[in-house]
């Protein structure tokens, strides 16, 4: 019987072993997309507590700990750091199957060298053991974390508005040498029904320099903000969409649609449609312009509990799957791109595991001489990074396409110590690449096998980027 977490945790077989251990374990992290914060970089953060560390912000957890009962208080209230540890402390050993279960005990032995597993009666044995690790240890602050773990380069989540001082005061710093680069998200400027939209373009015009009275305006200061990041380094764009329909608009009708909402009056669905469809054109054309890698999410249903969205506001982990998922006015999207001759590298992530063989036989249609998996599937993403959900986005890839070109893991979190969420994967991966091996449908020659396992951990990524 195979014991807990060993050396061999999720490797089964020889073939996976050697696979992990001599070529994906030592590889560096491209953490490609995520929601860290650069000012913790860059002020070099230490964590109060275990608490901190392991539970703020982090709405994986939070849902955990609600589905198990426990008070709002200790979740995301004003309950004291030990409280809602012993919130966590309570749900984990009960979650078997959950990857948090997983997650917490690769975080625990891998940052803490601590290989007890979490439940209330080790809960004030690991909270002590661990609290004094973090007081002391430089290598348990943030950037002592980011080096331990090999990360060359952090792409971050950031609004056009957005000053970007951080990433500033980080590229100026000699004494740190891991890329930590912004990422566009213009989500406040698609959102055209929110509540905030009028307020948010004028935070928009204030940080590109203009006044933005029209669509030809908002275009101008979008232009203007993609320049500026491009000048700290911006290699990538993300957005977030539930549902991309496909309804093209002359500028002229854009710019009626959006004079009207500055005017308050309200749009319809189909207007709201035209307007953002054209946005995301126009911003598409100009990734491929810049050499950005465009990101898609697709799927989420968001602040489905309107009582918690009321109370805690959103990424608190009130969000679900949405089953439409939108793929018809993806692939008329990207065809139109490609038409114009503007189609940006693309990764396309669904949070529906159906979508799977959708999103690969959709990706593997636009093709290009010279690039490695132009348009191509990204990670198991959110609800899907599990054991089973990673398994079967890396087999239908490998079934649809080229698995050797695929740009691989993210951890996509707002926690610091889930870089190890890439070990994780790797290890799955490894481990399906062996099965294949020593069941023969694979020869069984693992310096090919090897070279495919650095490409997808680390080399390819660093390529599509372009790091």
């Known amino acids: 019987m195979k014991t807990f977490m060993d050396e061999d945790f999720l490797l089964e077989g020889r073939s996976s072993g050697v696979l992990y251990h001599s070529y994906a374990a030592d590889m560096p992290i491209i953490d490609y997309h995520c929601h860290i914060d650069p000012a913790e970089i860059y002020e070099n953060k230490r964590f109060a507590d275990l608490s901190e560390a392991w539970l703020g912000g982090d709405h994986y957890k939070w849902r955990l700990m609600r589905a198990n009962g426990a008070s709002e208080e200790c979740v995301t209230g004003n309950a004291s750091g030990w409280e809602k540890f012993q919130a966590f402390a309570?749900?984990?050993p009960r979650a078997a199957g959950n990857p948090i279960y997983h997650w917490a005990h690769l975080e625990l032995r891998r940052f803490f060298g601590c290989d007890k597993n979490l439940c209330p009666d080790t809960a004030r044995e690991i909270w002590?053991?661990?609290?004094?690790?973090l007081a002391g240890d430089e290598d348990l602050r943030v950037r002592g974390i980011i080096r331990r773990m090999r990360v060359e380069a952090v792409i971050t989540t950031d609004d056009p508005a957005d000053s970007l001082e951080w990433h500033r005061k980080l590229a100026g710093d000699k004494s740190f040498t891991t890329k930590v680069l912004p990422g566009w998200r213009p989500t406040a400027a698609l959102?055209?029904?929110?509540?905030?939209?009028?307020?948010?373009?004028?935070?928009?015009?204030?940080?590109?320099?203009?006044?933005?009275?029209?669509?030809g305006d908002l275009k101008s200061a979008l232009?203007?903000?993609?320049?500026?990041?491009?000048?700290?380094?911006?290699?990538a764009c993300d957005h977030g969409i539930r549902h991309l329909s496909y309804m093209p608009a002359t500028d002229e009708?854009?710019?009626?649609?959006?004079?009207?909402?500055?005017?308050g009056e309200t749009l319809t669905e189909d207007e709201t449609g035209k307007y953002q469809y054209a946005l995301l054109s126009y911003c598409a054309g100009e990734y491929a312009r810049l050499g950005w890698v465009m990101q898609l999410h697709l799927g989420v249903l968001r602040d489905v509990?309107?009582?918690?969205?009321?109370?805690?506001?959103?990424?608190?982990?009130?969000?679900?799957?949405?089953?439409?998922n939108g793929l018809i006015g993806l692939a008329k999207f990207l065809n139109e791109l490609n038409l114009g001759g503007v189609l940006a590298k693309t990764l396309i992530f669904s949070i529906n595991p159906a979508d799977n063989s959708a999103i690969n036989t959709l990706a593997?249609?636009?093709?290009?001489?010279?690039?490695?998996g132009k348009v191509q599937q990204g990670s198991a993403w959110w609800f899907n990074d599990t054991c089973t959900g990673m398994e079967q986005q890396i087999i239908s890839f490998a079934e649809g396409g080229v698995l050797a070109n695929f740009v691989g893991m993210l951890t996509d979190s707002r926690s610091f110590l889930s870089y190890t969420r890439h070990e994780y994967f790797r290890?799955?991966?490894?481990?399906?690449?062996?099965?294949?091996a020593d069941r023969g449908l694979y020869p069984a020659d693992l310096g090919c096998l090897g070279g495919i396992v650095r490409d997808i951990c680390y080399n390819n990524a660093k390529n599509f980027f372009n790091l």
């Open 90 to 92: 309570q749900v984990l």
């Open 128 to 133: 002590d053991f661990c609290n004094e690790k």
């Open 191 to 215: 959102d055209i029904n929110s509540a905030g939209f009028v307020k948010y373009i004028g935070r928009l015009g204030e940080a590109a320099g203009v006044c933005i009275e029209n669509y």
């Open 223 to 235: 232009l203007n903000r993609m320049e500026y990041f491009c000048s700290l380094g911006c290699r």
């Open 253 to 263: 009708q854009v710019g009626a649609i959006y004079a009207k909402r500055l005017r």
């Open 305 to 324: 509990n309107s009582v918690m969205f009321d109370k805690l506001g959103p990424d608190t982990g009130f969000d679900c799957v949405d089953p439409a």
């Open 364 to 372: 593997w249609c636009f093709t290009q001489e010279g690039i490695k």
């Open 427 to 436: 290890r799955i991966l490894c481990g399906i690449l062996g099965g294949w």
